[in-house]
């Protein structure tokens, strides 16, 4: 197979505006995956306004700021048929925060502005008072422990169309004591795990990666090793405290 075939196109959604606590990374670190997982990677940003590519076969989004959030919710209205379309096809998708809170349903700011989600996630999430910051640990059944840091003052409820990424073991999760943090509804995942999330969790990075070259190309066989300074990094990031 030639690089082209085995190419992946990654869309990083929103990338000016949602890109807080370096979100970025999470496109870096799935593109060097990819990689080391025998695909060439093609990155598209897609910022208001930019036309979707023809080929998609992994979304990726991050936070920002509430402002930020107004302009990209607007835009992603437009998009709501077609983004759906792509998740009930099984593209793989990973988003973090504020797109996380706008792939729900609403997201009812503190002040009490109301930003209309595209429904993707069955989430609902309603602006606090109290600010959850931190290192985070999560326990799953599909991606083992994952760790990451939280920043976000969003209380997020999941509805029965969701399941929970994982049971938080450390950190505050999706509300105060939810006792569980993120959501995902068939192959497209929510969380507010910053950090970035991505190099400290290379499993999901080979989830998002497997799902998209089955889907593409009809089978995934993992041949990359996890590197030792990921198994350094997330050890370091664990034993830090809140």
């Known amino acids: 197979m030639t690089d082209i075939e085995r190419e992946l196109v990654i869309v990083s959604l929103y990338p000016r505006d949602m890109n807080i606590y370096g ?71 990973l988003m973090i925060c504020g797109l996380y ?3 729900g349903h609403r997201f009812v700011t503190h002040a009490g502005d109301e930003l209309t989600g595209i429904g993707v996630l069955d989430v609902e999430t309603l602006g606090g008072t109290e600010r959850m910051i931190g290192n985070i640990v999560l326990d799953t059944d599909e991606f083992g422990e994952i760790i990451g840091y939280e920043n976000h003052s969003g209380s997020t409820h999941l509805g029965p169309g969701s399941v929970p990424l994982g049971r938080v073991v450390q950190g505050a999760g999706n509300a105060p004591d939810a006792g569980a943090e993120g959501a995902r509804t068939g192959n497209v995942i929510g969380s507010y795990l910053h950090g970035s999330l991505l190099p400290k969790n290379p499993a999901i990075s080979d989830f998002l990666i497997g799902e998209a070259a089955r889907r593409r190309y009809g089978s995934f066989t993992s041949v990359a090793p996890v590197n030792e300074t990921v198994v350094r990094a997330r050890e370091s990031a664990k034993r830090r405290p809140r």
Do not use: K
């Open 101 to 103: 809170q706008l792939f």
């Open 23 to 93: 979100d970025r990374g999470n496109v870096l670190a799935l593109s060097r995956r990819a990689e080391a997982q025998g695909f060439t990677p093609r990155i598209v940003e897609i910022n208001p306004g930019d036309p979707l590519p023809d080929t998609i076969d992994i979304v990726i989004g991050g936070g920002g700021q509430d402002s930020g959030q107004g302009r990209v919710a607007l835009d992603l209205a437009t998009r709501a048929d077609t983004v759906r379309g792509l998740a009930d096809d099984g593209v793989p998708m």
